[in-house]
């Protein structure tokens, strides 16, 4: 049910880039575990799936928007059209694309699925969020849940009769999750009864599917106290029988509704279990307090979508300004400034939109290309399991150090670029007649949720960088070595491969001193320096995979391809602009960060203003 204009834009060129140049998914298709799948029906999927979204999701963008999430009588109903689209979603198999076989999934290349889903969280991220939190829960249950919690849960979220969604957060206890209140108490039958309350909950109640599986952190009556005495249960809005039936209410209540800043088609919910001392959960799996472990695999599946949602955001943001600035006409050209009757020219013409386009181009490509090392990695791990294991380890740990640049440095970007989309089309980027100013306020809340991005440096400086005895970071280097050995005397891009060893060179100096400070007495300066090392970190593997991409297109460039010619050419010059413009950024952050400056903690409270 289309009841807007569609505005979203993607480049498919650029997907076709990444996933068959780059990444080369032609290495990958066509042998265990994705023999099933090939080039061109990969290809198929992305061009279906754009010509989707732009009919359908696309156009109710902006009226879920404008229409928002209502609560009546304590049911939340979605903007108009939303759940027709959630129909048509599972009638296309989208949702369906990575899951196991065995459950009924197609087994699909996470490289191709995380394409998909910008191309669905651009269009809509509101609705997006709906399935996409479905996902996360189905993946959880089937790798913790027992046969027949599968049985029961997995095909009815898979199919998208039932939704999923998440609960941890309390009105009390928001990062601090180990202070979580919600109580399980033990029942003969060997079910628990869950009682409290969370809020925050994406998804947590709408009028799109008969029943919605929640799965809900709480502490089993004298469990220990943090988030080592927390358990995770399946807590459905309704019961559901052993034959999978529904078998009434389950005493879920949606307390209220936020009203946001964006993503005002998404119901975030504050919900009670238990109000009457009737709601009734299953422990998944079998063992208690391992509840933070088990969610940890939907929350970092969950820190990757949010990356990807602000990438699918900017690059909409992007390619909008672009059409813009190359039709809005308005001053004449420099060369003639001081001329008044001289023609006016497409503002695109003008050195600061240009740079400012510039700037958000090199931007989205870089961070498409760092999701897709992501997701390159993670389809090499599955592979290779149980035929390399070493190599296997290897890609699996990269996926483990990248999660969090991919979560914080996509998003922080994706604001960034969507504020300055906003600038390219001047005053009218600021009305609602146009996506920009929408695209900018539901990105601002991708650094906030599943984990700040503070969250997410203290992450990498205090636990991924140190994973396996540090080998993952230390693998991730040696991969950057490798490409500055190779390439440092390119002929054309030698000069910017230069720039990307002083940034590695600047990074590798920071994390030493980090790690100094951890171990000698100065700790206090870690969070201080955290999010400007993901920073330094987001930007110097930006600037590697830009410079992969723009000696990609060189070559092509120098065997003559002709019919590509302007979109190669894009990639050197966005590469190069990358090189020059953002990587001496890294080593001002690394003096910076050496400076070590504590005046934010130096500073009496009283000092900041009453």
């Known amino acids: 049910m289309s009841v807007g204009i569609n505005r979203y834009k993607a480049d498919l060129r650029d ?8 990444f080369k998914l032609g290495t990958l298709v066509g042998q265990g575990p994705f023999e099933a799948w090939d080039v061109d029906q990969s290809r198929a ?25 209502r609560l009546e009588n304590g049911q939340v109903r979605t903007p108009k059209g939303f759940k027709e689209a959630w129909a048509k979603v599972y009638e296309t198999g989208f949702k369906s694309l990575v899951a196991d076989v065995q459950y009924g999934g197609q087994g699909a290349p996470f490289m191709l699925y995380v394409l998909l889903e910008e191309l669905m969280s651009g269009a809509n991220i509101a609705f997006s969020m709906y399935p996409g939190l479905t996902h996360g829960a189905v993946d959880l249950v089937m790798e913790f ?10 095909e009815p979220m898979l199919t998208g009769k039932w939704a999923g969604t998440m609960c941890l957060t309390e009105p009390h206890a928001g990062s601090d999750v180990g202070s979580a209140r919600t109580s399980a108490r033990r029942l ?71 009203h946001k800043m964006g993503i005002n088609g998404s119901a975030t919910c504050v919900l009670n ?62 060369k003639n400034f001081k001329d008044a009757t001289a023609p006016r020219v497409a503002i695109v013409e003008h050195a600061d939109i240009r740079r400012m386009l510039l700037d958000a181009k090199a931007h989205v490509e870089g961070s498409r290309a760092l999701v897709m090392k992501l997701a390159a990695h993670w389809d090499r ?7 390399d294991d070493e190599q296997a380890a290897y890609h699996h740990g990269q996926v483990e150090l990248l999660t969090p640049i991919v979560k914080a440095f996509t998003t922080d970007e994706a604001f960034r670029v969507c504020e300055n989309m906003i600038q390219v089309y001047g005053g009218a980027g600021y009305l609602k007649d146009w996506p920009v100013e929408q695209y900018a306020r539901d990105a601002k809340i991708l650094s906030i949720y599943e984990g700040t991005n503070h969250i997410q440096a203290m992450d990498l400086v205090g636990r991924k960088m140190g994973q396996a005895g540090g080998a993952n970071y230390m693998a ?80 092509a460039l120098q065997e003559g391809a002709a019919a590509d010619k302007a979109f190669y050419e894009g990639k050197v010059y966005g590469a190069r602009y990358f090189a020059r413009n953002v990587l001496p950024l890294v080593e001002g952050s690394a003096k910076v960060l050496a400076a070590a400056d504590t005046s934010a903690l130096d500073m009496p409270l009283e000092a900041f203003g009453s």
């Open 15 to 22: 997907f076709d880039f990444v996933l068959l140049e780059q």
């Open 45 to 69: 999927i992305l061009s279906e799936g754009y010509r989707f979204v732009k009919d359908e999701l696309g156009p109710l963008h902006a009226s879920g928007d404008r229409e928002g999430c």
């Open 145 to 154: 849940g027992t046969p027949d919690q599968k049985k029961r849960y997995v």
């Open 188 to 258: 003969p039958d060997g079910r628990y009864a869950v009682k409290g309350t969370k809020i925050y909950i994406s998804g947590g109640d709408q009028d799109i599917t008969e029943n919605i599986v929640h799965l809900v952190l709480a502490r089993v009556e004298g469990a220990p106290a943090g988030t080592k005495g927390l358990s995770l249960f399946i807590v459905p809005k309704m019961k559901v029988k052993a034959d999978g039936t529904l078998d009434g209410s389950n005493d879920v209540a949606t307390a209220s509704i936020e």
């Open 273 to 334: 279990f238990g109000e009457n001392d009737a709601c009734v959960g299953e422990l998944v799996g079998t063992v208690e307090n391992v509840g933070m472990p088990q969610m940890f695999k939907m929350m970092n599946g969950a820190r990757i979508a949010v990356g990807v949602q602000g990438l699918g955001l900017m690059g909409s943001a992007y390619l909008n300004a672009l059409e813009y600035a190359k039709d809005r006409k308005q001053g004449p050209s420099i």
């Open 381 to 387: 791990a599955h592979q290779l399991k149980g035929k």
């Open 476 to 555: 991730f280097m040696q991969d950057v070595g490798n490409f500055l050995e190779a390439q440092r005397g390119h002929p054309r891009l030698g000069e910017d491969v230069q720039q990307l060893a002083a940034a590695l060179e600047a990074v590798q100096a920071s994390a030493m001193l980090l790690l100094g400070w951890s171990q000698g007495g100065q700790l206090q300066n870690v969070p201080l320096a955290a999010n400007r090392f993901l920073q330094m970190m987001g930007r110097l593997t930006v600037g590697w995979l830009l410079l992969e991409q723009a000696l990609i297109a060189d070559t």
